[in-house]
C-alpha cells in the first residue's frame, strides 16, 4: 500500500506539467455501515457505533477531459478514517473493538461555469485496520486493502473553505481472522465535509 500511495503522489506531482493549483486538508464526520461480529457471538449483543470522523490531505491539478463546460481537475487524496468503537459486554467476556482506515482516493472534479459549486467521483483503495481487545485473552489484530468508490459535492464559500457532502462505498471491507468477523465496514456510508484550500 505505502508504495501504491508514493507511485500516485509521484505521478501528480513531479511530472513535468504538475504546478500545484490546490492544495489543502479536509475534516468529515458522518455515518458508515457496521456489522461486527466478535468470536462467533451474535452480534445483536454488541453496542454498535456507527460514526467515523476522518481527516485528509489532497492536492489537485488542472485537467482538460472536456467532459463538461466547467472547469475541470484532476486530484489525489489520502487520510485517516477512525471508526467508533463497537463493544461487547457479557457477565464472562468483555470486548472491544477499535478500527481505523488509510483511504488513498483519485478523482475526478468539475467546477460548474460561474458557480461555487462543483461535484467529484472517484475510486480507490483502503486499508483497515481492526483490532478487538478481549478481557483476560490477547488481543486479536487484522489488516485488509479493499477496494473502494466515493461521490460528493462541495460549495465554495471562498477561496479558502468549502463545505460539502460525500458519499463512499467499500467493497469487501470485512476483516477476519482464524473463521472470526473482527470488523466489516462494508457497504455505504456518508459524511458532511468540510475543506480548506492553500
Known amino acids: 500500500m505505502k508504495k501504491v500511495i508514493v507511485a500516485v503522489i509521484g505521478l501528480l506531482c513531479f511530472t513535468p506539467t504538475a504546478f500545484a493549483y490546490n492544495w489543502g486538508v479536509g475534516l468529515h464526520g458522518g455515518v458508515s455501515q457496521n456489522d461486527p461480529d466478535y468470536i462467533g457471538i451474535v452480534d445483536k449483543l454488541v453496542s454498535?457505533?456507527?460514526?467515523?470522523?476522518?481527516?485528509?490531505?489532497?492536492?489537485?491539478?488542472?485537467?482538460?477531459?472536456?467532459?463538461s463546460d466547467g472547469e475541470e481537475f484532476l486530484g489525489i487524496k489520502i487520510g485517516i478514517d477512525l471508526y467508533g468503537k463497537?463493544?461487547?459486554?457479557?457477565?464472562?467476556?468483555?470486548?472491544?473493538?477499535?478500527?481505523?482506515?488509510?483511504?488513498l482516493t483519485i478523482y475526478y472534479k468539475n467546477n460548474?461555469?460561474?458557480e461555487n459549486i462543483s461535484?467529484?467521483?472517484?475510486i480507490g483503495l483502503t486499508q483497515i485496520n481492526s483490532e478487538v481487545k478481549i478481557s483476560g485473552a490477547e488481543n486479536i489484530?487484522?489488516?485488509?486493502?479493499?477496494?473502494?468508490?466515493?461521490?460528493?459535492?462541495?460549495?465554495?464559500?471562498?477561496?479558502?473553505?468549502?463545505?460539502?457532502?460525500?458519499?463512499?462505498?467499500?467493497?469487501?471491507?470485512?476483516?477476519?481472522?482464524?473463521?472470526?468477523?473482527?470488523?466489516?465496514?462494508?457497504?455505504i456510508g456518508g459524511a458532511v465535509t468540510a475543506r480548506f484550500y492553500f
Request: net charge positive; glycine share 8%; aromatic share 14%.
Open 48 to 67: 454498535k457505533n456507527y460514526g467515523v470522523f476522518g481527516i485528509e490531505g489532497f492536492y489537485e491539478r488542472n485537467a482538460s477531459f472536456e467532459l
Open 119 to 122: 461535484s467529484f467521483i472517484g
Open 112 to 114: 460548474l461555469e460561474s
Open 141 to 187: 489484530s487484522k489488516t485488509k486493502i479493499f477496494p473502494h468508490i466515493a461521490v460528493g459535492a462541495e460549495y465554495r464559500l471562498n477561496w479558502l473553505v468549502a463545505l460539502g457532502v460525500e458519499i463512499k462505498y467499500n467493497f469487501d471491507a470485512e476483516v477476519k481472522k482464524n473463521g472470526n468477523v473482527l470488523s466489516d465496514r462494508s457497504g
Open 86 to 103: 463497537n463493544k461487547l459486554k457479557l457477565p464472562s467476556v468483555q470486548a472491544t473493538e477499535n478500527t481505523y482506515a488509510i483511504p
